[in-house]
């Protein structure tokens, strides 16, 4: 009986362990974020994000130099929360609740508690394109499954016989 008790507790080792490495590959563990592609808060941002700071502007409360977020309301520049929490209190005090990081230039809404997908969201494009160029020094690449809808949408606008 002890016997069938250690094999039994053994076996389970092994699919605990299997089932661990499941997630660290497919992301459970790895920290994998599926980000949104759509966002009701999308009327909140700046009519005019074509021309932003750069991404090696400080924090504008305390000039903490890196770790920052731009604000994509208003586009100040406010530390993280890992840092001093300024781009947290600034959602608080203004519900400004789009911001773009110029670490990864990951976007994210604070009112929807996710990232949000800056490639697929078409108002989000823009802005995710000249923070690319002015950190990179080029255009992003693009994405070989970006919105299928356009694409779809093109393809119907075509004439036929072309």
Known sequence: M?????AS???????LEE?????????????????RTQ??????????????????TPCNRCQHPSENWL????????????VNKHMLEHYKQTTHCI???????????FACDTYLDAQ?????RPVHETAYI???????????????QIEDKQAKDMPSGS
């Open 19 to 35: 089932e661990d490495d499941y997630d660290l590959i497919y992301g459970a563990e790895s920290g994998w974020v599926e980000a």
């Open 9 to 15: 507790s053994s076996h389970l080792k092994i699919i």
């Open 39 to 56: 966002c009701d808060h999308l009327a909140s941002l700046s009519s005019d994000l074509a021309h932003i700071p750069t991404p090696n």
């Open 71 to 82: 604000c994509l309301c208003c586009k100040d520049v406010l530390c993280s929360r890992f």
């Open 99 to 109: 911001a773009l990081s110029y670490s990864d230039l990951s976007v994210w809404c």
């Open 2 to 6: 002890a016997d069938q008790a250690g």
């Open 120 to 124: 697929v969201i078409r108002q989000l």
């Open 134 to 148: 002015l950190k990179f020094g080029e255009a992003p690449p693009h994405r070989s499954e970006e919105c299928p």
